[in-house]
């Protein structure tokens, strides 16, 4: 019997049988994707002729498999296409009506003159799931301006949060791109009922400052507003890893009973009395002194001792990791985080597998990215075989 005759799809992800064209490049579409395919998905990747530009990034090898690529296309295939060729632009719309999911983050202007937009999915499979993820909103006035990680950080607030700086990760690419897949499930669980496509739009700009303005809004949030923007614990310049004796240690005293600990700790068991200091509101209010207080302290004692000392006392408290310490890291190992799995021209690869666990039907097994082009073959004999059946079995569709 077949998996499909017996529901057994264990190590085939919850994903499995979907199926997604994915025109994105850089980091937040391929994000997206990547999420879907280690979840099960079958991603096809349409790339340019020149290919994803972050093929490029610290491509060791020359061989266009830099380690951003490796990481955001894991378990996709790939085909080129020119959209610019009246030929590949005709291909794509015939693979369009093949798929659950059609993805781009092309802007609004690019994707008119690509002729690839919703209404030209809609029309060759009206079933179709369709997202695009523009740096802005498409109703307003800037939906046309480019938009890269930077760019967002700054517009959305998320920068100027940050003292004028930038978080050393493309955090909206990667935030956004989590919103995109939680859309996509979300129109396609309206279509199980429905039965019919929708497009969904997920702006970076405009998700990145919600994101943002749920802890950071503040008084704002009533209109007129009642107080300030931000959240005073968060932009202390206090709140850091705090040194110890010997390393850092990233600590975050938090409720009642964490502060009432720590002031035993620290020697101080008086301050757990002061009216400053008794609730969150006062704590938050003062927080710059508290704060202060935690600094002093954790440099009596090294790292070690008190990691034990906070963590007897319900504490959380972690050692600062590197990167590399990642690779060593004790949770990390036990967790099986990393995988290793053989790329036919590169070796062996370690990676992260994907972080939830589905008890049933498992993840997706570990794949590599593709070389470019590498499935054009595959995908256009695969494409072939749909229209010969169509027009062979009645009643068969292609969508």
């Known amino acids: 019997m077949t998996d499909a005759q017996t529901g057994d799809t264990?190590?085939?992800?919850?994903?499995?049988?979907?199926?997604?064209?994915?025109?994105?490049?850089?980091?937040?579409?391929?994000?997206a994707?990547?999420?879907?395919?280690?979840?099960?998905?079958?991603?096809?990747?349409?790339?340019?002729?020149?290919?994803?530009?972050?093929?490029?990034?610290?491509?060791?090898?020359?061989?266009?498999?830099?380690p951003v690529f490796l990481n955001a296309n894991r378990g996709k295939r790939s085909i080129t296409l020119d959209l610019k060729q009246d030929a590949d632009r005709a291909l794509l719309l015939r693979l369009a009506?093949?798929?659950?999911?059609?993805?781009?983050?092309?802007?609004?202007?690019?994707?008119?003159?690509?002729?690839i937009e919703y209404p030209a999915i809609a029309e060759v499979n009206p079933g179709c799931v369709y997202c695009s993820l523009p740096g802005f909103d498409s109703t307003g006035?800037?939906?046309?301006?480019?938009?890269?990680?930077?760019?967002?950080?700054?517009?959305?607030g998320f920068a100027w949060v940050q003292g004028n700086a930038y978080v050393?990760?493309?955090?909206?690419?990667?935030?956004?791109?989590?919103?995109?897949?939680?859309?996509?499930?979300?129109?396609?669980?309206?279509?199980?009922?429905?039965?019919?496509?929708?497009a969904v739009e997920v702006p970076m700009f405009e998700s990145m400052a919600a994101f943002l303005l749920l802890d950071q809004q503040g008084g704002w949030v009533f209109d007129p507003p009642a107080g300030p923007?931000?959240?005073?614990?968060?932009?202390?310049?206090h709140r850091r890893p705090y040194e110890t004796s010997d390393g850092h240690l990233g600590v975050l005293v938090y409720t009642d009973a964490q502060w009432r600990a720590f002031f035993s700790l620290a020697g101080r068991p008086e301050m757990a009395d002061d009216?400053?200091?008794?609730?969150?509101?006062g704590?938050?209010?003062?927080?710059?002194?508290?704060?202060?207080?935690?600094?002093?302290?954790?440099?009596?004692?090294s790292t070690d001792e008190w990691r034990r000392v906070l963590e007897a006392a319900n504490i959380p408290a972690t050692p600062v990791n590197s990167v590399t310490d990642l690779f060593t890291d004790p949770q990390a190992l036990a967790s099986g985080l990393f995988e290793t799995h053989e790329h036919p021209t590169l070796g062996t690869l370690r990676q992260p597998r994907l972080p939830a666990r589905f008890s049933r039907t498992g993840a997706a097994p570990a794949a590599s990215a593709p070389e470019l082009g590498e499935h054009a073959e595959q995908i256009r004999a695969e494409l072939d075989q749909r229209h010969r059946t169509a027009h062979t079995v009645p009643g068969n569709g292609v969508c």
């Not at 006035?141 to 959305?156: L, T």
């Open 10 to 31: 264990r190590g085939h992800g919850p994903l499995h049988g979907l199926r997604v064209l994915d025109l994105t490049t850089t980091f937040m579409g391929p994000y």
């Open 33 to 66: 994707t990547m999420l879907m395919a280690q979840m099960g998905a079958d991603v096809i990747k349409v790339e340019a002729p020149a290919g994803d530009i972050t093929r490029g990034i610290s491509d060791y090898r020359g061989l266009g498999m830099g």
């Open 97 to 115: 009506g093949t798929v659950d999911v059609f993805v781009h983050n092309m802007r609004p202007a690019a994707a008119r003159r690509a002729g």
């Open 141 to 156: 006035p800037e939906r046309d301006r480019p938009a890269y990680d930077d760019v967002i950080q700054a517009a959305s």
């Open 168 to 198: 050393r990760t493309p955090v909206a690419d990667k935030t956004v791109g989590t919103l995109a897949l939680g859309a996509i499930l979300a129109a396609l669980y309206e279509r199980s009922g429905s039965g019919r496509g929708q």
């Open 229 to 237: 923007v931000g959240y005073a614990r968060t932009s202390s310049p």
């Open 275 to 281: 009216p400053r200091f008794r609730s969150i509101a």
């Open 283 to 301: 704590r938050t209010e003062h927080i710059d002194e508290l704060y202060a207080l935690v600094a002093e302290v954790l440099r009596t004692r």
